[in-house]
């Protein structure tokens, strides 16, 4: 039933085109495979036209299997998913452990000033997600002389074959920590991963066995990534796959493979209206060289 109940729901959205999502301004992808299904969830930008900051309350999630077609799903999760916060439903990433979702996201947090990261679980990707803690897994760290409000944001999620997780996250300086089998808490100290001119938005993948570390660097960003022989490094600077973009200074990614082939996500805003908080997500297709480093990905033309 509860199946019947969602496909009665979701709406089609059957655009194969970039920007993928017409009506609605989207940022911040990632991309998840399971049983031949793309999952995307992206953030929602809400802000104005004239707008001088982000306004993001909520997750939206759209499906494909082949994508081309995708399916709205709605908003399975929220910022308000998260008592202890208060909106900024910024970055945000999911992967599956013992049969259920943990969707790791950038929120506000209500008491503690800055941002904060959540995880909310649910029994399937659609959702609905609750909160798996009751609490932030991250906050500021207000023990600094100078706490930075803005830097714990962007939780990129990893399992490694052998079943260690792991969760990223960070701006201007790169933190990644192991999680517990549980998903919910951390096994072990934060680590800070030591690069030039990280900004934002990390993103663990692995290709053929070879870890790949791509993030947004500089600012108006770009995508730059590395490659490694383990989820914790050594790592080893590849170059950039992705320019800058022209009308708004950030770009975020999210690298997958699905059907045989190798896909991009990112956000411009190259919807009609769009600008530096009305975003919109876009997608390309692209093949590994032979020595498995990713060649660079012009976006699609306007
Ligand atoms: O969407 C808000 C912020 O903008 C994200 O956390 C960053 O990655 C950038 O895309």
Same mark, same amino acid.
């Given at each position: 039933? *509860?199946?019947?109940?969602? $496909?009665?729901? @979701?709406?089609?959205?059957? &655009? $194969?085109?970039?920007?993928?999502? =017409?009506?609605?301004?989207? $940022?911040?992808?990632?991309?998840? #495979?399971?049983?031949?299904?793309?999952?995307?969830?992206?953030?929602?930008?809400?802000?104005?036209?004239?707008?001088?900051?982000?306004?993001?309350?909520?997750?939206?999630?759209?499906?494909?299997?082949?994508?081309?077609?995708?399916?709205?799903?709605?908003?399975?999760? +929220?910022? *308000?998913?998260?008592?202890?916060?208060?909106?900024?439903?910024?970055?945000?990433?999911?992967?599956?452990?013992?049969?259920?979702?943990?969707?790791?996201?950038?929120?506000?947090?209500?008491?503690?000033?800055?941002? @904060?990261?959540? #995880?909310? #679980? *649910?029994?399937?990707?659609?959702?609905?997600? #609750?909160?798996?803690?009751?609490?932030?897994?991250?906050?500021?760290?207000?023990?600094? /002389?100078?706490?930075?409000?803005?830097?714990?944001?962007?939780?990129?999620?990893? +399992?490694?074959?052998?079943? /260690?997780?792991?969760?990223?996250?960070?701006?201007?300086?790169?933190?990644?920590?192991?999680?517990?089998?549980?998903?919910? &808490?951390?096994?072990?100290?934060? /680590?800070?991963?030591?690069?030039?001119?990280?900004?934002? @938005?990390?993103?663990?993948?692995?290709?053929?066995?070879?870890?790949?570390?791509?993030?947004?660097?500089? !600012?108006? &960003? %770009?995508? *730059?990534?590395?490659?490694?022989?383990?989820?914790?490094? =050594?790592?080893?600077?590849?170059?950039?796959?992705?320019?800058?973009?022209?009308?708004?200074?950030?770009?975020? /990614? @999210?690298?997958?493979?699905?059907?045989?082939?190798?896909?991009?996500?990112?956000?411009?805003?190259?919807?009609?209206?769009?600008?530096?908080?009305?975003?919109?997500?876009?997608? %390309?297709?692209?093949?590994?060289?032979?020595?498995?480093?990713?060649? !660079?990905?012009? +976006?699609?033309?306007?």
């Amino acid at each position: 039933m *509860a199946a019947l109940g969602m $496909a009665a729901l @979701a709406a089609p959205v059957a &655009e $194969a085109a970039n920007p993928l999502f =017409p009506k609605l301004f989207t $940022a911040d992808p990632s991309a998840y #495979v399971e049983n031949g299904t793309v999952y995307l969830y992206v953030g929602h930008d809400e802000a104005t036209p004239k707008s001088p900051d982000y306004v993001m309350n909520e997750w939206r999630l759209y499906t494909s299997c082949d994508m081309k077609n995708w399916t709205d799903r709605g908003s399975p999760v +929220q910022a *308000a998913t998260f008592k202890w916060a208060k909106g900024h439903a910024w970055a945000a990433d999911i992967t599956k452990r013992d049969g259920k979702y943990y969707f790791y996201s950038t929120v506000d947090h209500a008491t503690i000033p800055g941002h @904060a990261i959540g #995880v909310a #679980v *649910a029994d399937r990707p659609e959702g609905p997600f #609750v909160d798996a803690r009751g609490s932030a897994l991250v906050t500021n760290d207000m023990t600094l /002389q100078a706490p930075i409000a803005w830097d714990d944001i962007d939780p990129a999620v990893f +399992q490694d074959d052998d079943g /260690q997780a792991y969760l990223y996250w960070g701006n201007t300086v790169l933190k990644y920590a192991k999680l517990k089998p549980n998903m919910i &808490e951390f096994d072990g100290p934060i /680590q800070t991963v030591g690069m030039d001119m990280f900004t934002e @938005a990390s993103y663990l993948h692995k290709h053929n066995g070879i870890y790949y570390l791509s993030y947004s660097r500089n !600012f108006p &960003e %770009e995508t *730059a990534y590395m490659t490694g022989p383990s989820p914790t490094g =050594p790592w080893h600077y590849r170059g950039v796959i992705m320019s800058k973009n022209a009308r708004v200074k950030t770009i975020h /990614q @999210a690298i997958v493979d699905f059907n045989g082939k190798s896909y991009i996500f990112y956000h411009n805003a190259k919807l009609p209206g769009g600008g530096e908080f009305r975003r919109s997500v876009a997608v %390309e297709e692209f093949k590994y060289n032979a020595d498995g480093t990713i060649p !660079f990905i012009p +976006q699609t033309k306007e």
